[in-house]
């Protein structure tokens, strides 16, 4: 089935930020650790950290916002690892929260590839996997401690980690942290840091549920803002497909069989709706493969990693599990089911166009969709394009379940009721 090709015009956006013309040199980091930084290929520092990194060097606390994918990771790193290369590399004296485990494997990599030339160790702490390995690593000593809320807290209640001596806090989407329901667990943990400590929180959007927390846990932070709060990086294209709901599927497999889609991830709204809508595709010959809740590591690792090597061409999740999703080159972000809030649409679109690349998100929107497109639509302050495929066919009716045999009967039944004393009757003669 032919298609008509989605356009690959950037939006109009409301901020654009310049591009940095300071070097990492020029920003006091280390030798090491900038040796690290050109290890990886990195020319010169993204707006964020050219922001963040002096102040954070500091020894500042910040608030920095910035869109998903413009390089928050770096901004919060570097200064982190440059302060820790004075003092004992055993002890734990930084400690990064995120939301998710996959996020928590990333951000770890992170911490690997720029202190790869210092004494510095970091481990991750995440669900989902035996903590006996995990607690060895702890035991050994790491300097870096990125985890999940949940499982470091178990560590810390079984006397397995000590904070005491944390100097550097950094709380790693922070909004999605709030949105999956860490408050309380990150208050908790709070209670186990030493007050006199340097924190640093990133968000790519700012609700007020942000600002309250940062007005309890900065002392006179340093306020960033990168973009618009609530809108997607300048490089993605913005799409919305409106579609029946029986037809998404159809749709989304015309959208697939484009020459532009490169690689997708396609988000639902549910964990069996993930399951459901993997199978579809994966019937339909596509190389997919998923991730939800209910995955185990191992097979959110597999996953990913083929994804990333190119064996999927698609991968299916949740808006939990695809959080931590950072994977360069992935050409379109779909939408099979719309998000609940306009944070959760600005992260998803996120997933693509990452560090200054080009992207687009493609929304599969059905009439109740209406609601959450105009907040999205009021909040990033523009109209995104609507779009019907040229040779795709709308008119296709909805299946008729009543069609089968026992619908038959069952209409039947329901357009000839029995009285009720004939009920009774009968009711009475099986008795006997």
Sequence with gaps: MAVGRLRADRPKTLHKEAKSTVTFDQLKIHSSLIQGVHDQGYAAPKPIQAQAIPAAVEGRDLIACAPTGTGKTAAFLLPTLHHLLTGPARRTRALVLTPTRELALQVHNEVRQLARHTALKGIAVYGGVPMGPQRQALRAGATVVVATPGRLLDHIRRGELDLSSIEVLVLDEADRMLDMGFLPDIRRILEYLPAQRQTLLFSATMPQAIVR?????????????IGAATAPAAGITQTLCPVPQHLKTALLLALLGEASVASALVFTRTKRGAER?????????????????????????????????????VLVATDVAGRGIDVEGISHVINYDMPDTVEGYVHR???????????????????????????????????????????????????????????????????QPVRLAERWAAMSRRRH
């Design 213 to 225: 927390l940062a007005a309890g846990v900065l002392r006179n932070p340093v306020r960033i803002q």
């Design 277 to 313: 809508l993997t199978r579809q595709l994966a019937k339909s010959g596509m190389a997919v493969a998923q991730i939800h809740g209910d995955c185990s590591q191992g097979q959110r690792v597999a996953a990913l990693e083929g994804f990333r090597a190119g064996r999927y061409r």
């Design 349 to 415: 679109a996120g997933r693509t166009a990452r560090v200054e690349a080009v992207g687009e998100a493609v929304s599969l929107v059905t009439p109740a969709d209406e609601p959450t497109v105009r907040a999205i639509e009021h909040a990033i302050g523009q109209t995104i394009e609507r779009r019907r495929l040229s040779a795709f066919d709308y008119t296709v009716e909805p299946p008729s379940y009543l069609g089968r045999p026992a619908g038959i009967a069952l209409q039947a039944r329901i357009q």
